[in-house]
């Protein structure tokens, strides 16, 4: 019962957070007591899957319905997942309640959200690919929804508009590779589907493995599928948009490494995909990122860059049987996380209380704000991978990885590397804006921002530098994280 307890906690939380909203004349306190409760309680109930983990237990949980059989199965692989959104969540949930006080349709809003954070949850715990599939789906359309919040503004609708399609489309191609895989194997189930391989089966489930690759790889933002993010992240409230680059970019990348772990037994050579679609997508999200005149473009094409360096980790790990590779490219999912999230909403607040979208409007922000600009210079240059902050400890391990594995692999470390070095050719410049001596006027007649938007941020910003410090506070997840995931390939490490 435990291992589906998160799942029934986010999901009736989200009723219960719209019923009181709408009974409540303060919709937006009432959302937001409601979304922290749930959040709170489902945080307990995975600590608590991670004790039973840690003592050896099966944390289990099955279900039939109508002759079709699916589970919930938690694993640190799982848990790393659900760890991350849920904490996020939690933080962007206190963040919302003034930053959103004038916007309109509050009781959706964090119902919506706690919807968003339970199918991320249940993504992760699913065993096999048509539940997994269904968990993505749910997370997808809530997060249309919550990109187009503020339909009032033409850009929100037109940014929802091309999410929805592009993410259709990558639905479609995922929804044909399952079809497949059934076809060939007769099971769906992650754990099983080595076992299936039919005389003949290889070449269709190659072609499945390629429909995966694409499909999901539009929600994960990889280059050439990402033409959606800079639009949706940039005109999403702040808030949103790190949820979607924090983690919901995360997340369909997790569907797709569970999906290409179980298919590993075809003997494909799925991480030099990883590795090119990582290295493309690193190099083309910087480039883009560097000619951003507005703050949060920029961070939305720097979330493309990160996730290069996220698949570039994974994939020396899947090519090269490397446990330091995978072990990195997994420590930056939660570093990334971290960073990309308190990065999003402390441009969110900057943009929200000076009323400008532009970098340049924000000189001498520091000054008004020493405490928000200090904040961002904390995301930004663990983003860059600047040390001692939680990025250069992620982004070392990817380097030690391709180092250590030789040949190629010093290429890919130096260019990532490289990679780094060029994000400061972005952020320094916002930095060196916001710490001007020369304040603006946009930050001359801004507002400060209340206490519960600067909580989350400086809370963020302490566990950016905390991991960064001690890396062992998120490593003792991402090491079971990275054994699960040799074990769903048929790997012993």
């Known amino acids: 019962m435990l291992a589906i307890l998160p799942l029934m906690i986010l999901f009736c939380g989200a009723f219960l957070a719209f019923l009181i909203s709408r009974l409540s004349p303060n919709k937006g306190l009432a959302g937001c007591i409601t979304a922290c409760v749930s959040l709170v309680l489902a945080l307990a109930s995975l600590a ?80 096999d690919l048509f539940n997994m599939w269904v968990f993505f789906e749910l997370m997808c359309v809530a997060s249309y929804i919550l990109v187009s919040f503020r339909k009032e503004r033409w850009e929100s609708l037109e940014a929802g508009f091309k999410y929805i399609v592009m993410s259709a489309t990558g639905s479609m191609c995922v929804l044909l590779g399952i079809a497949i895989v059934f076809g060939y194997t007769g099971s769906l189930d992650l754990l099983t589907l080595k076992t299936r391989l039919m005389i003949g089966s290889g070449i269709p489930l190659a072609f499945a493995a390629v429909l995966f690759i694409a499909g999901f790889s539009v929600k994960a933002a990889l280059v050439p599928f990402h033409s959606w993010l800079p639009d949706a992240h940039s005109e999403a409230p702040s808030g949103i948009s790190a949820m979607l680059s924090g983690v919901v970019i995360e997340a369909g990348l997790f569907a797709l490494l569970k999906t290409l772990f179980a298919l590993y037994f075809l003997g494909l050579d799925t991480g030099s995909v990883l590795i090119v679609l990582g290295v493309i997508s690193m190099f083309f999200g910087n480039l883009m990122a560097l000619s951003q005149k507005r703050i949060k473009r920029m961070l939305a094409y720097s979330s493309i860059a990160q996730m290069g360096y996220i ?183």
């Open 48 to 127: 608590a899957i991670f004790v039973m983990l840690r003592a050896g237990a099966v944390v289990h949980y099955p279900v039939n319905l109508f002759y079709y059989f699916a589970a919930v199965r938690f694993d640190h692989l799982s848990l790393l997942l659900g760890f991350t959104a849920v904490i996020l969540a939690l933080m962007v949930a206190i963040y919302s309640y003034r930053y959103m006080e004038h916007d309109l349709s509050q009781d959706k809003y964090y119902p919506l959200l706690l919807i968003m954070t339970g199918a991320i949850v249940g993504l992760g715990a699913s065993t």
């Open 311 to 493: 698949v570039l980790g994974i994939g020396i790990g899947m090519h090269y049987l490397s446990v330091a590779g995978m072990e990195g490219g997994l420590f930056h999912v939660i570093t990334h996380a971290g960073m990309k999230g308190l990065a999003f909403l402390a441009a969110g607040a900057a943009i929200h209380y000076c009323g400008t979208v532009y970098i340049d409007d924000l000189s001498g922000l520091s000054k008004k704000m020493p405490i928000l600009a200090l904040v961002f210079a904390v995301a930004c240059l663990g983003l860059a991978g600047v040390p001692p902050l939680s990025g250069f400890m992620s982004k070392w391990m990817i380097y030690l990885s391709g180092i250590t594995a030789g040949g190629k692999g010093y290429i890919l470390s130096a260019f990532a590397i490289f990679n780094s070095v060029l994000s400061l050719g972005y952020y320094l410049p916002a930095i060196n804006r916001m710490y001007s001596s020369k304040q603006s006027g946009f930050v001359t007649a801004a507002k400060h921002p209340p206490v519960s938007v600067m909580a989350p941020l400086v809370l963020l910003a302490l566990s950016v530098i905390a991991l960064g410090v001690w890396p062992d506070l998120g490593l003792f997840v991402v090491n079971g994280a990275v054994g699960n995931a040799f074990g769903l390939m048929g790997v012993l490490k």
